[in-house]
């Protein structure tokens, strides 16, 4: 009998034991093809998350060019929104000498409207 090593864990326990003989080849067989067996599953899982990672990294990559392409577009649009508003800040100048020169027309319209109101008040016609 195993005596006081049977609360040890059975790697631990001595395998000395006569009624033990004979059985542990094929004991450490088993535990060795079992062992591989488990091997080979964590490599089979390994290598699936291995291939899991590499699409989520393809899939951050296309998501990164679709973002920088959009980024691209979004400076196009801000060139093209500040060429519209150079363009309407040129018009806004245009149409401000325009009035300007609309009230001065205007200022000389009423000069000589005066100049024609004396005129005719001296020749009383």
Same mark, same amino acid.
């Given at each position: 009998?195993?005596?006081?090593?049977?609360?040890?864990?059975?790697?631990?326990?001595?395998?000395?034991?006569?009624?033990?003989?004979?059985?542990?080849?094929?004991?450490?067989?088993?535990?060795?093809?079992?062992?591989?067996?488990?091997?080979?599953?964590?490599?089979?899982?390994?290598?699936?998350?291995? @291939?899991?990672?590499?699409? =989520? %990294? /393809? &899939?951050?990559?296309?998501? $990164? !060019? #679709?973002?920088? +392409?959009?980024? *691209?577009?979004?400076?196009?649009?801000?060139?093209?929104?500040?060429?519209?508003? @150079?363009?309407?800040?040129? =018009? %806004? /100048? &245009?149409?401000?000498?325009? $009035? !300007? #020169?609309?009230? +001065?027309?205007? *200022?000389?319209?009423?000069?000589?409207?005066?100049?024609?109101?004396?005129?005719? @008040?001296?020749?009383?016609?």
């Amino acid at each position: 009998m195993l005596g006081t090593q049977a609360h040890l864990p059975a790697e631990q326990v001595s395998v000395h034991h006569p009624s033990l003989h004979g059985l542990l080849g094929p004991v450490q067989s088993v535990c060795r093809s079992e062992q591989s067996a488990r091997t080979g599953e964590q490599t089979t899982w390994t290598n699936k998350q291995t @291939a899991r990672s590499k699409e =989520q %990294t /393809a &899939r951050t990559s296309q998501q $990164t !060019a #679709w973002s920088d +392409k959009q980024t *691209a577009r979004s400076g196009k649009q801000i060139a093209w929104s500040d060429e519209q508003t @150079a363009r309407s800040d040129k =018009q %806004t /100048a &245009r149409s401000d000498k325009q $009035t !300007a #020169w609309s009230n +001065k027309q205007t *200022a000389c319209t009423g000069q000589q409207t005066a100049r024609n109101g004396k005129q005719t @008040a001296r020749t009383g016609k």
